[in-house]
């Protein structure tokens, strides 16, 4: 038969699952290690102030787009008060209202974010802004940096750098002097910044962010300014021109307005606090599939129920056991009892560790065939047969569980979990191979068997391989095309070399 076929639905699983793989690690970030952490922020917003028995309706901005950061969860503490939160273009806002309060009230949003590279963008187009008026000489002043600036700039990204960049010279000339004196703070050189832009025309607004400092009990917020460019908005640190979002600094919210606004409530007080923790990347990556809306980031095991997810934890291995069987049999030539039954002893290896469970295989087999062979001699049929063996097995493990109970190993009373059906057919199958081929093909089957079980514990209660079929079981689609082509292999064996090594020392004496 021709391999095109087999060539092209190998290579396709291959390929399909390997994509689907590099897709979830590198775009969705998902981790190749199990356990592997990142540093991730709590920041707590305590919204105080008195109320007087009257009704009272507070409202607080809360993080809506966080570039650079993607939110893990977020909580609301408003006692009895309603919630109601609202979104408005890139801004996002939390409403309480409550029909009469007395006293002391506090109100609390916090959001955990940590760091990700799934990207932002802002909704927001903004119109072009009129000039604004001033008064002279700051008119004449005003008008003369713009050309300057214009002169020494080619797009809205450079005219906003070189805008900021006079401002804050120490070598000004007498212009700039003349307008750096209407601003002093960092706020008034944004709202500064702003009008000088808004001259040329150019859409602003200001960007306030949170500093992500560990153990701050008073943050406070800083304000950037963003000036769009028709395509897109930019960032820039009033402060020095330095473009983009600084490091550590998690988006509030965007505009002019006031952090909150509380009816019927005085001395209002807003409290930002910050904490750093340590998460795993996992969950990080399931977060950001969701955010994305990924669809196959959105398809993982993880939506189980948790019995499911340990169901599955250990049916995922058993294609990985099953191809180890495939590799030992095809290409070095290990002779087993059938394809399976290696790998189920295997699993059953997984609860009673490997030197246990060998002793118990080994003893329980052993104990079997001698039954087996004396069953021989009752002439029994097949089917009664296996029967007989199969109630002996049952009955040799609950001796076996109940003696070491007593004697306190607890180890061995997972023997129970080994596979009754198929220590009743690996006894049966043993003792007629070794009927019908010698002792010697029985034992070389059987402790290929066993030697294959021992290869295939190691392989499945690998904890790195474990964690990556479960996260990542579009693996089995690769191991569906390796499969594929190995079961296209018809060349030599690796322990035929020892049937052959006779005919090269009669050749070589010859």
Not at 42 to 63: C, E, G, H, W
Not at 273 to 302: C, H, M, P, R, W
Request: hydrophobic residues 45%.
């Amino acid at each position: 038969m021709h391999r095109t076929p087999l060539i092209f639905w190998s290579s396709l699983f291959i390929v399909i699952g390997m994509a689907i793989f590099l897709h979830k690690s590198i775009q969705l970030d998902f981790p190749l290690v199990p356990d592997k952490e990142t540093e991730a922020w709590t920041v707590q917003a305590r919204l105080s102030f008195d109320a007087n028995k009257r009704n009272v309706k507070a409202m607080l901005y809360i993080p809506s787009l966080t570039p650079g950061y993607s939110k893990l969860e977020e909580y609301f503490i408003s006692g009895k008060y309603g919630l109601n939160v609202k979104q408005s273009d890139d801004n996002k806002t939390a409403n309480w209202a409550i029909r009469k309060a007395e006293g002391e009230q506090s109100l609390y949003y916090r959001t955990t974010v940590t760091k990700s590279g799934v990207a932002t963008k802002w909704s927001t187009v903004p119109s072009y802004p009129a000039a604004p008026s001033f008064e002279e000489p700051y008119a004449t002043a005003i008008s003369k940096i713009i050309e300057d600036v214009r002169s020494q700039s080619a797009d809205t990204y450079t005219f906003t750098y070189e805008l900021i960049s006079q401002l804050k010279s120490s070598d000004a000339n007498e212009n700039v002097s003349l307008i750096r004196g209407l601003a002093d703070s960092n706020h008034e050189i944004a709202d500064l910044v702003i009008k000088l832009l808004s001259v040329a025309h150019i859409p602003t607004r200001k960007l306030w962010t949170i500093v992500l400092t560990d153990g701050a009990n008073n943050a406070h917020a800083k304000v950037l300014i963003q000036a769009y460019n028709g395509e897109e908005w930019l960032t820039f640190d009033p402060k020095d021109g330095s473009a983009g979002i600084p490091a550590n600094h998690l988006v509030w919210k965007i505009g002019d307005e006031p952090f909150y606004e509380v009816i019927n409530g005085k001395n209002v007080e807003l409290q930002f606090s910050v904490t750093k923790s340590y998460i795993e990347v996992l969950d990080v990556a399931k977060q950001n599939a969701k955010q994305t809306g990924s669809f196959l980031g959105g398809l993982t095991l993880f939506a189980l129920p948790v019995q499911s997810q340990n169901t599955y934890s250990l049916l995922l291995m058993v294609p990985l056991g099953a191809l180890l069987v495939v590799f030992m049999r095809t290409f070095i030539g290990v002779q087993t009892f059938g394809t399976f039954m290696p790998i189920l002893i295997a699993v059953a290896f997984r609860e009673t560790q490997l030197f246990w469970g060998v002793v118990l295989f080994t003893g329980i087999v052993f104990a079997g065939l001698l039954i087996r062979f004396y069953l021989e001699n009752l002439r029994l049929l097949l089917i009664p047969r296996l029967t007989v063996i199969l109630i002996v097995v049952v009955t040799m493990m609950l001796l076996i569980s109940l003696i070491t109970s007593r004697l306190g190993i607890d180890r061995l009373l997972s023997i129970s979990l080994f596979p009754m059906v198929i220590l009743a057919m690996t006894i049966e199958r043993m003792s007629i191979s070794w009927e019908e081929s010698g002792a010697q093909s029985a034992l070389i089957q059987g402790f290929g068997s066993l030697v294959v079980a021992c290869f295939g514990y190691l392989l499945m209660t690998n904890e790195h391989l474990s964690y990556l079929m479960f996260v990542y079981p579009e693996l089995l689609l690769v191991l569906l095309g390796i499969c594929l082509l190995m079961g296209r292999y018809t060349g030599y064996r690796l322990s035929e070399l020892m049937r052959f090594r006779e005919m090269k020392s009669v050749k070589n004496k010859s």
